[in-house]
């Protein structure tokens, strides 16, 4: 028959991509399986009721390509050598659009809208912007070079999403630059900390940022601006002084 030589693989209850592994199995090995069991050397006349009937085949082809992206979606999700998180909003809205695709079956139909209903109620959060939410999933995305332009959201939430991006670079500096800034501080020694004053403290002067070396700087350069004024010569004092006695002894007494 031309049939790969494989074993069937059973449904377990706790993972739930076996069951899609069993489908495909069973459909790998379909005309293997109807040969066995209409063969009556092999299945005894009572168990040949076994084999499916055409409809349930049917049904089987329908659930293995529904869930064929759900396990797509898991395996790369599963990995471990590379980053996740930003590619979430793409495949919850790529798992959604496979959602919509038209099927014969009722129950296959009823499956669709049931996990279409339950990806959004879980991940509509997620996969819209918000700013009263924390948007990982979104910022991750749009830091992805491969999902950057965001094309799974509205142009209005797309440049919500980039003004918001801008916002918390320019936060996260700020707080470096604060944090660099007290650490520079701590490193200083104490007696070459300038006081600050309550004043400053109030005002937020930019004053109390210098340095002492600065202010002594600045106090040099003041004394350095003063006028030269040349050293009084001791004779020209002392000379005054005889002159001064001697104009007040020629005076005539009263």
Same mark, same amino acid.
């Given at each position: 028959?031309?049939?790969?030589?494989?074993?069937?693989?059973? $449904?377990?209850?706790?993972?739930?991509?076996?069951?899609?592994?069993?489908?495909?199995?069973?459909?790998?090995?379909?005309?293997?399986?109807?040969?066995?069991?209409? $063969?009556?050397?092999?299945?005894?006349?009572?168990?040949?009721? #076994?084999?499916?009937?055409?409809?349930?085949?049917? #049904?089987?082809?329908?659930?293995?390509?529904?869930?064929?992206?759900?396990?797509?979606?898991? +395996?790369? #999700?599963?990995?471990?050598?590379?980053?996740?998180?930003?590619?979430?909003?793409?495949?919850? &809205?790529?798992?959604?659009?496979?959602?919509?695709?038209?099927?014969?079956?009722?129950?296959?139909?009823?499956?669709?809208?049931?996990?279409?209903?339950?990806?959004? %109620?879980?991940?509509?959060?997620?996969?819209?912007?918000?700013? $009263?939410?924390?948007?990982?999933?979104?910022?991750?995305?749009?830091?992805?070079?491969?999902?950057? &332009?965001?094309?799974?959201?509205?142009?209005?939430?797309?440049?919500?999403?980039?003004?918001?991006?801008?916002?918390?670079?320019?936060?996260? &500096?700020?707080?470096?630059?604060?944090?660099?800034?007290?650490?520079?501080?701590?490193?200083?020694?104490?007696?070459?900390?300038?006081?600050?004053?309550?004043?400053?403290?109030?005002?937020?002067?930019? %004053?109390?940022?210098?340095?002492?070396?600065?202010?002594?700087?600045?106090?040099?350069?003041? +004394?350095?601006?003063?006028?030269?004024?040349?050293?009084?010569?001791?004779?020209?004092?002392?000379?005054?002084?005889?002159?001064?006695?001697?104009?007040?002894?020629? #005076?005539?007494?009263?």
């Amino acid at each position: 028959m031309g049939t790969p030589d494989h074993s069937l693989i059973q $449904d377990v209850s706790v993972r739930w991509n076996s069951s899609l592994h069993m489908i495909s199995r069973l459909l790998e090995q379909r005309w293997p399986i109807t040969a066995t069991l209409s $063969d009556p050397e092999i299945t005894q006349r009572g168990k040949r009721f #076994l084999d499916l009937k055409g409809e349930q085949w049917s #049904l089987l082809e329908e659930l293995e390509q529904v869930l064929k992206p759900y396990e797509c979606a898991t +395996v790369y #999700l599963s990995g471990q050598s590379y980053v996740t998180v930003s590619a979430v909003p793409l495949l919850v &809205k790529g798992l959604l659009k496979s959602t919509q695709a038209t099927f014969e079956n009722n129950s296959v139909k009823s499956f669709q809208a049931t996990a279409a209903h339950e990806i959004t %109620s879980r991940w509509q959060a997620d996969i819209t912007f918000g700013d $009263d939410r924390p948007n990982v999933c979104i910022f991750a995305a749009a830091l992805d070079p491969r999902f950057r &332009k965001l094309k799974f959201l509205t142009p209005d939430e797309n440049l919500k999403v980039q003004v918001k991006l801008q916002a918390m670079v320019l936060e996260e &500096k700020r707080k470096e630059n604060i944090q660099q800034n007290m650490e520079m501080e701590a490193e200083r020694p104490v007696a070459d900390r300038r006081p600050v004053s309550l004043l400053d403290t109030l005002l937020g002067s930019d %004053s109390d940022e210098l340095s002492n070396s600065e202010e002594d700087s600045d106090s040099n350069d003041a +004394v350095n601006e003063m006028p030269h004024r040349p050293p009084l010569n001791v004779f020209f004092l002392l000379l005054g002084t005889l002159l001064i006695k001697k104009e007040q002894a020629s #005076l005539p007494s009263m």
